[in-house]
């Protein structure tokens, strides 16, 4: 890899031995990928991954104090993942035992480190950074060092920002020294798409079932979609936004999926077209049945089948300020239609800090409060992870929250009827 | 018996029992529970990874097509390799992910874990390999299927 003189002088530890071992790291991470150089990280802000002081993570506080001892620090500002704890979620007294004991134990010294190197504000806290409440919201065209699978899909399709996959740890160290290796999903090369995949579904495919589909069939490949802006429309609204947000984070962990261009509606596919598709690219068709058959093979882990749920989570990514509109709207309607004054299963929204704030402010707030719905800027997913949640039967529409935990995968009209009427 | 070349990642050699994925590996989701309930032979915790399920990978020669899932993946293998509950080694067909190739060079530069790690061995590699099969990684990135 060529290395300008700067860059050569960190890595000969000129600045150091840490920065040193942090260009190397960078260094070597590209040199895995025939990276040709380094260049500027040029967003407003970072992102990281990293939200959660898990006890068992101390190799990771290790490796941050020894940065922050050397007086290393971030060169950009950044947003985190959402926190792993929220006293608004509804938790036993074992649990809250096993959460601030023994797993989350470390969480006020780790967001201590965090404040040192660069935290952008204290409730920075949410995996949809790029939410214009939250305002870390890079422009098209910005290289980022960002990690987190569905914000790095976000940026890169929706927004037109250039950013690997990167790995927690990575992230930090690309802001640390200002510059991330040239490879994959950061070159034109690296943009262009090895699958065509073709939408005839017979209406509005579900975002979270459609990403399973396209993210469980590429895996890591670029997917240029053809026949979703029949159900989508040609412009980039809030309801598209939030449809590909949900689609994104669905494709990045059934799959690995770092771009999608979907044409007629994303920036790259508008200007570029089919230009974007490779030579001899794969092609995948989505049909009504595909998707059936998708949702009909995710296994169920719950050890009693039919067991009735004990919580419902929404909201994997955070939901953005329309959806909790839309969704108020939603569980009102049928609240009254089947004549329940309250959701029947006790549930869960979360949103970023920044966008329940401003939620609070609206009329839609005491509405969604009165349905017993609860409101909450917790991770989901590190809520799930232990083995007193893990026998909790959970349900959820998203498709990240399923991979990852043992939480059942239901559609949103679904969700709807579950809460509402009381279908199982 | 048959022998593989492949790219070395992170150098080193070693010996160890196969436990093949022809799946996507996802490391968050296959090592979150070992390494916070402290279960020291590292069994896989992915449930949508029907041939490693259950299965402990800690000091085995995990053979893979790529890593998948979170981004979080690189930081848990580099927890996994600080905390001694790492495969001996990792062997892809394919070429190494952004997030699995993280997680080995973290490991590599920041940790004293001496975990190889070869990719592009080959689809025919991973058609070949089979659970509890003795693998030799040499140090020219040779691997040896027994």
Redesign the interface.
């Given at each position: 890899m060529e290395l300008t003189v700067e860059q050569k002088a960190i890595l000969n530890g000129e600045k150091g031995e840490t920065l040193a071992?942090v260009m190397?790291?960078l260094v070597?991470?590209g040199e895995?990928?025939d990276a040709s150089k380094m260049v500027p990280v040029t967003s407003d802000y970072n992102h990281l991954?990293?939200s959660f002081g898990?006890g068992?993570?101390?190799?990771?506080y290790e490796?941050m104090d020894t940065l922050l001892k050397e007086g290393v620090s971030s060169s950009q500002k950044f947003t985190v993942d959402p926190r792993p704890l929220d006293p608004n979620v509804p938790s036993g007294f074992l649990q809250n035992l096993v959460f601030k004991r023994f797993?989350y134990n470390k969480q006020e010294f780790y967001e201590k480190q965090l404040q040192k190197l660069g935290l952008l504000e204290k409730d920075a806290f949410t995996c949809t950074c790029y939410m214009s409440e939250v305002g870390n919201r890079p422009n098209y065209g910005d290289v980022l060092s960002w990690?987190?699978?569905s914000a790095?899909v976000y940026a890169n399709s929706v927004l037109g920002a250039r950013c690997?996959?990167?790995?927690?740890?990575?992230?930090i160290m690309g802001s640390i020294v200002g510059y991330v290796p040239y490879f994959?999903l950061l070159t034109d090369e690296g943009r262009k798409a090895d699958w065509i995949i073709r939408i005839e579904t017979s209406k509005k495919p579900e975002a979270q079932l459609l990403g399973s589909a396209i993210g469980m069939k590429v895996?890591?490949d670029v997917p240029y979609v053809i026949g979703l802006d029949r159900w989508l429309g040609n412009e980039l609204n809030e309801e598209a936004c939030t449809y590909l947000k949900d689609f994104g984070a669905a494709t990045?962990?059934?799959?690995?999926v770092g771009l999608y261009h979907i044409d007629g509606l994303t920036p790259e596919a508008k200007k570029l077209g089919k230009k974007l598709i490779k030579e001899n690219a794969k092609e995948y068709v989505i049909t009504d049945e595909t998707l059936q058959e998708v949702y009909d093979n995710y296994?169920i882990?719950w050890k009693d089948k039919d067991a009735k749920p004990k919580l419902c989570f929404m909201g994997c990514p955070h939901m953005s300020l329309q959806q909790l509109k839309d969704w108020t709207d939603v569980i009102e309607e049928n609240l009254n239609r089947y004549d329940n004054p309250q959701v029947l299963i006790p549930t869960v929204f979360t949103a970023a800090p920044a966008v329940i704030k401003e939620f609070k402010k609206t009329e839609y707030y005491p509405r969604l409060e009165k349905t017993g719905i609860i409101l909450s800027y917790i991770c989901p997913l590190m809520y799930m992870?232990?083995?007193l949640c893990?026998k909790m039967p959970v349900i959820t529409s998203s498709n990240k929250l399923r991979?990852?935990t043992?939480s059942r995968y239901y559609t949103d009209e679904e969700i709807v009827m579950q809460l509402c009427k009381g279908d199982r | 018996m048959k022998e593989f070349k492949g790219r070395i990642?992170t150098p080193g050699t070693c010996s160890a029992e196969a436990v093949v994925t022809h799946e996507?590996f996802?490391t968050?989701?296959s090592l979150?529970?070992a390494?916070?309930?402290g279960d020291k032979t590292a069994k896989v915790n992915d449930?949508?990874n029907?041939e490693l399920y259950g299965k402990p990978i800690a000091g085995k020669a995990l053979c893979l097509p790529?890593?998948?899932?979170?981004?979080?993946?690189?930081?848990v293998l580099?927890?996994a390799c600080?905390?001694e509950r790492n495969p001996k080694c990792m062997l892809f067909g394919n070429?190494?992910?952004?997030?699995a190739?993280?997680?080995a060079?973290?490991a590599?530069?920041?940790?004293d874990a001496k975990m190889p790690v070869i990719d592009e061995l080959g689809q025919e590699f991973l058609d070949y390999v089979k659970d509890g099969m003795k693998i030799t990684v040499q140090e020219d990135g040779t691997v040896i299927a027994d």
């Open positions: 071992k190397k790291t070597m991470y895995a990928f991954v990293t898990l068992v993570m101390d190799p990771v490796l797993m990690s987190e699978s790095v690997n996959r990167n790995s927690g740890i990575i992230d994959g895996m890591e990045a962990s059934n799959g690995a296994p882990i992870n232990n083995p893990a991979t990852y043992t | 990642v996507g996802n968050l989701a979150q529970k390494l916070q309930f449930q949508n029907t790529q890593t998948i899932g979170s981004t979080t993946g690189g930081l580099y927890c600080k905390m070429r190494i992910d952004s997030l190739c993280a997680g060079v973290l590599s530069v920041w940790s």
